[in-house]
């Protein structure tokens, strides 16, 4: 892992002190890791909402971009999305700018943190993925009335964060891996986590790997969730099942996380900028902080990490200084008081709390080709037209058969949000004003050319208007779509 090092030997990291609450849980996270004597030094820069109120519509500045070029490190308070001020995160913005795919949020029971889950141990992390999936944020309406996101899922992206938990899992001394996915719904999106992670997980013989419905992993996690490790999943389930594991903690001022990429890491607490706290100096700074030990151990800095690590245990074992989200925030002490209390801990280690050994995280080298998956023989053997229609299932049908005469594909059935309408199965359907009319070809050996494509799409759409076209193919063999609810 490539680090700036300025002059006098310090490892120099880009700190974005963040919106609301940010500026308080970096700065006493700041002054924690100064107390160490950690050889870390900050370059400031700015993301957020001030940036989107400047009129810089990403929310991310020139200056701040180039310094994180430059360290490769970040550490970052929570940026607001302003509303009315561009349309995407500054947040989301700087994952994928910087291409980091891992996103680690580990959760662990904390001493004098009282939840339901107390006494039961609980200390698991979930790897989500970062850049693909829903998040990737292409979206689309088809018609006035049906808005479609385009659910993007690649073989390297899977492997580069299946390979990445196994490495963490190695790295952190940790048993076993879950996969969560939703591949029993979606074969082919979910399902390349599932094979991908049943494949790589040969590799690794050292760590037990199993896979889990990711439904039924929210289920267990609330009623078993000390039976879990390591959970890898995709972006959007690893973002909804990472806050649910917080709450079992003691919530999200205690949930940290970081984003690593082959490149650049940023780390973050998994909360926002909690605007109704921002400047009273009454918030958990152990989320930033949590955030900025991982940093510490990612910049190969372990023992002011552990120093950290165990005086934050201390102070939360002793329960002098707790702050509001713990013990309400009438009797809470200052973030300062409670950031100064870890100062004061600082060399102390609980006896009955441990720090968990840790060894460098080796990042997973995955080939830069973009072509990962290269199929013996293909084929198009049809196309799905999704049109804008307002009629009858029935009077699209005949209309597509009337006018696929003379064309190298038949109607082979319309859906309407996935079931078929048309040739009809008795099903009630509130129908929408889109459908997909499944074209197949004609001659089951062939292969339809682009030629054959723009032909069907000429004569169809002169009269049935098309929204949306996907190709149907075949690659060894094996059908690329999945089928209809209802098709045969
Ligand atoms: P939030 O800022 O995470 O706050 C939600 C609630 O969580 C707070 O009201 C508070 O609960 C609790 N909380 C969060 N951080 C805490 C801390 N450090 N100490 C104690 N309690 C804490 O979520 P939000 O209100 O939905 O979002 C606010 C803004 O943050 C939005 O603009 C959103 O886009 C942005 N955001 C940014 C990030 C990021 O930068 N990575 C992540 C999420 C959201 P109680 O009210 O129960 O006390």
């Not at 889990?212 to 995709?234: G, S, Y």
């Not at 990472?242 to 909360?271: K, R, W, Y």
Request: charged share 25%; glycine share 10%; proline share 5%.
């Amino acid at each position: 892992m490539s680090m700036h090092v300025t002059p006098d030997g310090k490892k120099l990291v880009t700190v974005i002190p963040g919106d609301g609450i940010g500026p308080e849980c970096v700065d006493a996270t700041k002054r924690i890791i100064e107390a160490t004597g950690a050889p870390i030094a900050w370059e400031e820069r700015y993301a957020g909402e001030s940036v989107f109120k400047q009129g810089i519509a990403s929310g991310v500045p020139t200056e701040t971009i180039e310094s994180i070029h430059k360290t490769r490190c970040v550490l970052k308070g929570p940026l607001g999305t302003p509303v009315g001020f561009g349309e995407k995160s500054a947040n989301v913005t700087l994952r994928k700018l910087f291409e980091t795919y891992a996103n680690v949020r580990p959760v662990r029971e904390f001493p004098g943190v009282k939840t339901p889950y107390s006494g039961r141990g609980i200390d698991l992390v979930v790897v989500r993925e970062n850049v693909e999936d829903l998040y990737a944020g292409i979206e689309h309406m088809q018609t006035p009335g049906v808005a479609q996101c385009l659910k993007l899922i690649s073989r390297k992206g899977c492997e580069k964060i299946v390979r990445f938990a196994f490495e963490f899992a190695r790295a952190e001394g940790r048993k076993s891996v879950a996969c969560a996915t939703k591949s029993n719904i979606m074969k082919l999106t979910e399902g390349t986590l599932k094979r991908t992670f049943e494949d790589v997980a040969k590799e690794y013989p050292d760590i037990e790997s199993w896979h889990v419905i990711v439904d039924n992993c929210a289920h267990q996690l609330v009623k078993k969730p000390e039976q879990f490790d390591i959970i890898v999943t995709t972006n959007m389930n690893g973002d909804i099942l990472s806050d649910l594991t917080s709450a079992l903690v003691g919530g999200l001022g205690f949930a940290p996380s970081a984003n690593l990429g082959n490149h650049v890491s940023i780390f973050e607490a998994v909360h926002g900028s909690a605007p109704k706290y921002a400047g009273k100096n009454v918030i958990n700074p152990t989320a930033v902080l949590g955030s900025a030990i991982m940093m510490l151990r990612h910049l190969d800095e372990f023992d002011a990490a552990a120093a950290i690590e165990n005086a934050l245990l201390v102070t939360l074992e002793d329960g002098k200084t707790r702050t509001g989200d713990v013990v309400g925030y009438d009797k809470c002490a200052k973030t300062s008081e409670y950031a100064d209390e870890i100062i004061r801990n600082l060399g102390r280690k609980s006896t009955a709390w441990k720090v968990r050994e840790y060894k460098p995280i080796l990042l997973p080298q995955v080939t830069t080709n973009p072509v990962m998956v290269t199929p013996k023989t293909r084929r198009v053997v049809g196309m799905d037209y999704f049109v804008e229609w307002g009629g009858t299932p029935e009077e699209l049908g005949k209309k597509v058969e009337g006018l696929v005469e003379g064309l190298p594909v038949v109607l082979k059935m319309i859906s309407n949000r996935g079931t078929k309408v048309y040739p009809s199965m008795g099903a009630i359907t509130d129908c929408v004003d889109q459908s997909r009319c499944r074209l197949v070809q004609r001659n089951p050996d062939g292969d339809l050319s682009n030629a054959d494509l723009a032909a069907i799409v000429t004569k169809l759409g002169a009269s049935v208007n098309w929204a949306h076209l996907e190709k149907l193919q075949e690659f060894d063999g094996q059908p690329g779509y999945t089928k209809a609810q209802g098709e045969d």
